[in-house]
């Protein structure tokens, strides 16, 4: 099996990978029923939050990991993509990918009989990034039905947030994705949410929304997906949030963010009720460690 995007999976699977996250959640011992399994971790992209919380989660499965370092591989030899692949398959029993390139992971899987889970493909998808965030909504809000729930920042090019308003279409939520008009969610986002019946909105000012909604996701503006460094400047700080903006949100608001931060959450913000982002991040072992065991056993 593999975990490629969210248009893969229903309702159904999303409910029972959250499930199994809890129990790992709520168990206070590791469990290493993968003690002679190998996990590979791929990362042609900077990460920390994925690649460790993933080798966190395979260790407490008892899985065994080697570490690809692009700037040490054969890559810098001019080896292709798909025979650093073929060759790695080799060496673990599931492969964990991260690349700049949208459909990277979909093609590794095609080329490797070994599972292969897509930790961000470009600008597409971040699947894994999805199943904690609906694991840390439910955690804070007691459930993911009919919840109203912003997303701000690069919208475009932010896969976090085309991955959750995917997942967030079986739920029944209505959004709000606050942004710059040419950093707005992706035309093929929004009509996938109306052909899903999604209500959403779009606006450019977090103030707007932020007294309604349960749940504020914010982004990043991405330095990396820029061209032209001028049009990155002159917008990375546009969207800031601020403790003074928090005022006459409703008491179950919980703040979240995929990481890393840059500036567009205060760090006094921090110190409020409403900041969730870093349990979300620490969330991303028990999930991981439930993906790890679907995808080994089915």
């Known amino acids: 099996m593999n975990v490629i995007t969210m248009h893969d999976f229903d309702r159904k699977f999303i409910e029972?990978?959250?499930?199994?996250?809890?129990?790992?959640?709520?168990?206070?011992?590791?469990?290493?029923?993968?003690?002679?399994?190998?996990?590979?971790?791929?990362?042609?992209?900077?990460?920390?939050?994925?690649?460790?919380?993933?080798?966190?989660?395979?260790?407490?499965?008892?899985?065994?990991?080697?570490?690809?370092?692009?700037?040490?591989?054969s890559l810098k030899k001019g080896?292709?993509?798909?025979?650093?692949?073929?060759?790695?398959?080799?060496?673990?029993?599931?492969?964990?990918?991260?690349?700049?390139?949208?459909?990277?992971?979909?093609?590794?899987?095609?080329?490797?009989?070994?599972?292969?889970?897509?930790?961000?493909?470009?600008?597409?998808?971040?699947?894994?990034?999805?199943?904690?965030?609906?694991?840390?909504?439910?955690?804070?809000q007691g459930r993911l039905n009919d919840l109203y729930i912003a997303m701000s920042g690069d919208l475009k090019y932010g896969r976090t947030v085309h991955s959750l308003a995917t997942a967030l279409a079986y739920f029944g939520a209505r959004l709000y994705f606050i942004a710059p008009e040419h950093l707005q969610m992706p035309k093929e986002i929004l009509d996938y949410l109306d052909k899903k019946g999604i209500k959403y909105s779009l606006h450019?000012?977090?103030?707007?929304?932020?007294?309604k909604v349960d749940i504020l996701y914010c982004t990043r503006i991405q330095k990396e997906r820029f061209v032209d460094i001028q049009d990155f400047v002159k917008i990375k700080d546009i969207f800031v949030l601020k403790p003074e903006m928090l005022?006459?949100?409703?008491?179950?608001?919980?703040?979240?963010?995929?990481?890393?931060?840059?500036?567009?959450?205060?760090?006094?913000?921090?110190?409020?009720?409403?900041?969730?982002?870093?349990?979300?991040?620490?969330?991303?072992?028990?999930?991981?460690?439930?993906?790890?065991?679907?995808v080994m056993t089915h």
């Open 79 to 140: 080896e292709s993509f798909t025979d650093t692949i073929k060759v790695v398959a080799g060496y673990a029993d599931v492969l964990v990918i991260r690349h700049p390139n949208e459909g990277a992971a979909k093609l590794a899987s095609v080329i490797c009989n070994k599972p292969i889970i897509n930790a961000g493909d470009g600008s597409n998808q971040h699947p894994t990034q999805t199943f904690l965030d609906l694991y840390t909504i439910k955690k804070s």
């Open 247 to 294: 005022k006459n949100v409703k008491p179950n608001l919980r703040i979240m963010h995929p990481l890393p931060r840059i500036n567009e959450i205060t760090t006094d913000v921090d110190k409020t009720e409403y900041a969730q982002y870093f349990e979300q991040a620490h969330n991303g072992v028990p999930v991981r460690m439930a993906l790890l065991e679907y």
């Open 16 to 73: 029972t990978i959250l499930s199994l996250a809890e129990e790992k959640d709520n168990s206070t011992e590791n469990n290493p029923i993968f003690s002679n399994k190998v996990l590979a971790t791929l990362f042609f992209e900077p990460s920390t939050r994925t690649k460790l919380s993933f080798q966190t989660a395979a260790s407490r499965l008892g899985m065994q990991y080697i570490d690809f370092l692009t700037e040490m591989s």
């Open 204 to 211: 450019n000012r977090i103030e707007d929304v932020i007294d």
